[in-house]
């Protein structure tokens, strides 16, 4: 049985990154998306990632903005084989976008940024085969696909929400990558006990029903929560590890459902986390 640990969203924040490959060296930890932009040192951050992945130890997911930079390079890649300037138009169109949005940072990063000279890191990242939205997690640690079902109770994992059909997302996959709390409600499939989530900044990893959601901001507050799944039965142990930051900033996230317990961790010492009581 192994470990799995989940990420939230890093925003190139590589130093919180290797502070929880410091703290559980054994682990396999699971990356919700969004591991780019806004934050300092994308690029490291996606190195990083990638280099856990190929080494047996990552199974990451999309966030929302992932799938905006992969929009520029979608469409750069049909012009190149079609000279349609409406392709061109729409690679534009989609390079706007994730600028506008936070891919601005990394075009800052990198020292400048086209579609035309399209870093290489970043997209083998973003057209990575198995760069999922959805998947479940057993007791036993293996990452499905699919809801295991009635027998094997399991935790729901992706970037936002859990996929269903939306009226702004009619297709469920979608939906999972942009969809907040107030936009539910969110039936989770037989035999998923809770679901589990980044996207929204909160101020404190936070249920509402059977929902966590545990984006702390980590780019601007320093505050990175990580998530131990075990049993999914019982309550899930989460670390907030307090890195460089304003934590101060965290007043302006939503604050809504119940607050979870969690032990806070500063980067560079370990502490013992106390057994909970599950609230399932």
Known sequence: MRQVVVIPDLHGRVDLLRAVVDEYPNAHFLSLGDAIDRGP???????LL???????????????????????????????????MGDYRRAMEGYQWWMRAGGDTVRKELGGLTLEQ??????????????????????????????PGEDRPSVLVSHAAPP?????????????????PFEGPFPLPGGVVYSLHGHTPVRQPTRLGRHVYVDLGAYETGRLAVVEIGNPQARPVIR??????????????????????????????????PPSASPW
């Open 41 to 47: 040192r994308s690029m490291p951050t996606v190195a």
């Open 50 to 84: 990638l280099e856990l992945r190929a080494a047996g130890r990552a199974t990451l997911l999309m966030g929302n903005h992932e799938r905006m930079a992969q929009e520029g390079p979608r469409w750069y890649r049909d012009y190149l084989g079609t000279h349609d």
């Open 118 to 147: 399209f870093p290489a890191l970043l997209d083998e990242y973003l057209h990575l085969p198995d760069l999922k939205r959805v998947v479940y997690v057993t007791a036993d640690g293996e990452i499905h696909d699919e809801a």
């Open 164 to 180: 269903v059909a939306h009226q702004t997302h009619p297709n469920p996959l979608s939906a999972a990558l942009w969809l907040r």
């Open 240 to 273: 907030v590890l307090h890195g460089r930051g304003a934590p101060e900033l965290a007043r302006k996230y939503m604050h809504f459902g119940e607050a979870m317990p969690a032990e806070d961790v500063r980067v560079g010492e370990s502490r013992p986390v």
